[in-house]
């Protein structure tokens, strides 16, 4: 089996907790999961489900209670390591009182990068993410969206091969959103492999190879967003205007409306007779499309589940 | 040795944009108003008094700040998670804490410089022209600093393990307490069992002994300062520094982040 970017092996971390540190809480449990080369890799869970603690235990901004993890097939824990992989943390905060062109001169620093190598790359990256205006404004001044894009910035400035990214579309407007998916997809066509955590669904859905479901601590899946699904579609929906009030008929009572819009959902056995229907009664039809389980779906089902069986813990317990 | 140096630079350039050199500002009215006042009510030992306050002006200032600034090197980093994207990088977390001391180290050099300037310009004020005995402010001067990197180093130990309230706490009741380590180990006049004695020995032997910096009534008086007195704390403050910043190293290389 080729190298993975990353190898995950049974990683479990546990916290102390209670007046003497007695009692622990697991926040992972004996999660391995590989990241292929090359590939855009989506981590998806809810709020505390056990993405950041799996992208800190990686970034060893914490260390492991039991298990192992490799990047590039060196041990997370072999500092060197760390020269070719970039890391976003989740709500960025640097030095306020730097300039974007200080902290990311700051942290090209500690890549080893010659004065002239250093400056071209710290402009190249501000160009990128779009600072080069804001360059010598203490980040302070920034706003999240800004400090977001310095940590991108900070994140890839010394060209690595794997880049992790925590929440990287958290706090953005929809144009930060979209210029972090195009950065994210332009990384994917130099080869490099992205690992992003994200509770956005549709973020995963669009721009990843495979998505790796995390809830309670526990990895639920791993496979393409197609895969994890089943896409086999669940029916038909018609989309429809009706220039007239036919309160006779049936296919309305259905309907749920918006202005004068209605949306109605069908088996897909009874598309062409409902289609029918709305043709006599002069319906304005605007759209017919299959109705596909989506990730967001597959997603809340665990979530779901995995409440029912705390909540099941609980009960049992008293 | 190069990702120590940028902390270190870092450090110092956050200390002067946070405008904590804007405390000279203080000490040069202190010693403005002292020249001036010693100069109408003292008679004869103007140069004692502006030596004394200078000097302890010196060493207040850059106790709090050694103090306060030291353990915000670290709790701020982690507080304000900007230590995050620096430890993701091929950074040793050792180099972090050499750098950070370091650079409050650099950072009290030159406030210490520059409040020296400050005293021997109000001096010259008072008394001038400036004997040759008064090159011993220098030594004096130095030696504060060696006092002062030690309790950088208290500080930067204390914040790696605990909260920063607690750390000011440990690191200035350390700092008292090593004021009176050298009573401590010539306690056997006073009436007490040998164990509790030797105990007591033995801690005073492991509290900083800042009694071994304190040479301003040398200073004041003109006496000579031996060469062996200043390479003895040169030494120990090397000494205890580096044995403090190890066991913070030891700490903080297995201290999970929040």
């Known amino acids: 089996m080729a190298q993975a970017a990353i190898e995950i092996e049974n990683l479990s971390k546990e916290y102390p907790y209670g007046f003497l540190h007695l009692k622990k809480k697991k926040s992972l449990e004996h999660l391995s999961m590989r990241v292929e080369d090359g590939e855009v890799f989506g981590f998806l869970g809810p709020n505390g489900a056990g993405k950041s603690t799996t992208i800190k235990l990686l970034m060893r901004l914490i260390f492991p209670s039991s298990g ?34 200080e902290v990311l001169d700051y942290f090209a620093r500690f890549h080893g990068l010659a004065v002239s190598d250093r400056r071209e790359r710290v402009a190249a990256m501000l160009k990128k993410v779009g600072l080069d205006t804001a360059k010598k404004i203490q980040l302070r001044k920034y706003s999240k969206g800004m400090l977001q894009r310095v940590g991108l910035a900070q994140a890839i400035l010394h060209d690595p091969q794997v880049v992790v990214l925590d ?44 998505v790796g479901v995390i809830v309670g601590g526990k990895l639920r899946g791993v496979g393409a967003p197609g895969e994890l699904v089943d896409m086999k579609p669940q029916g038909m929906e018609i989309l429809f205007e009706m220039p007239e009030e036919r309160p006779n008929l049936l296919l309305l009572a259905k309907a749920a409306k918006t202005g004068n819009r209605f949306r109605v959902q069908l088996p897909d056995a009874e598309l062409y007779r409902a289609l029918d229907q709305l043709k006599s009664a002069n319906a304005h039809i605007l759209s017919v499309a299959q109705i596909k389980p989506t990730l967001e779906e597959f997603f809340m089902n665990l979530v779901e589940a995995d409440r029912a069986q705390a909540n099941a813990v609980d009960v049992s317990g008293k | 040795m190069r990702n120590i140096r940028a902390v270190a630079a870092n450090t110092f350039r956050e200390a002067v944009r946070d405008r904590v050199l804007f405390n000279l500002v203080f000490f040069a009215l202190l010693m403005m108003a002292a020249a001036i006042l ?27 700040i050694a103090v306060f600034l030291g353990v915000a090197l670290v709790s701020k980093e982690m507080d ?43 001096l010259w004020s008072v008394k001038h022209p400036l004997a040759p ?77 800042f009694q071994n910096f304190n040479v301003m009534a040398a200073v004041v008086h003109a006496q000579g300062i031996p060469a062996s007195l200043v390479w003895n704390a040169t030494a120990y403050a090397l000494l205890y520094s580096a044995l403090v910043l190890v066991t913070a190293a030891v700490v903080f290389s297995r201290r999970n982040l929040k």
């Not at chain 1, 997370?76 to 960025?92: A, R």
């Not at chain 2, 030992?45 to 502006?50: F, G, L, S, Y």
């Not at chain 2, 050499?98 to 109000?122: C, D, E, P, Q, R």
């Open chain 1, 68 to 101: 192992s993890a490799r990047i590039l097939g060196k041990s997370i824990d072999n500092v060197s390591m760390h020269g070719s992989v970039g890391y976003l943390p989740e709500q960025p905060y640097f030095y306020d009182y730097l300039t974007a062109y």
């Open chain 1, 167 to 210: 929440e990287p579309m958290s706090g953005l407007d929809p144009l930060g959103r979209r210029e972090v998916r195009d950065i994210i997809l332009e990384l994917k066509r130099e080869g490099r492999t992205v690992l992003f955590s994200t509770h956005i669904l549709s973020d995963a859905e669009m721009l990843c190879d495979r």
């Open chain 2, 38 to 64: 010693v100069g109408q009510i003292s008679i004869g030992i103007e140069k004692d008094v502006i030596i004394s306050l200078g000097l302890t002006a010196i060493s207040v200032i850059g106790i709090l």
């Open chain 2, 80 to 122: 304000k998670r900007t230590l995050y994207a620096l430890l993701a990088k091929p950074v040793h977390r050792w180099e972090f804490l050499l750098g950070k001391f370091f650079g409050l180290v650099m950072t009290l050099t030159v406030n210490t410089a520059a409040m020296a300037a400050g005293l021997y310009a109000a």
């Open chain 2, 133 to 209: 005995t008064d090159i011993y402010i220098l030594v004096a001067v130095y030696l504060i600093l060696l006092k002062l990197a030690i309790i950088v180093a208290l500080a930067l130990l204390f914040s790696c393990f605990t909260s920063p309230f607690l750390a000011i706490l440990f690191t200035t009741g350390l700092y008292v307490a090593g004021l009176f380590a050298a009573d401590l180990r010539t306690i056997q006049t006073i009436q007490m069992d040998p164990a509790t004695l030797r105990l007591m020995q033995g801690i005073s032997y492991l509290l900083p002994n």
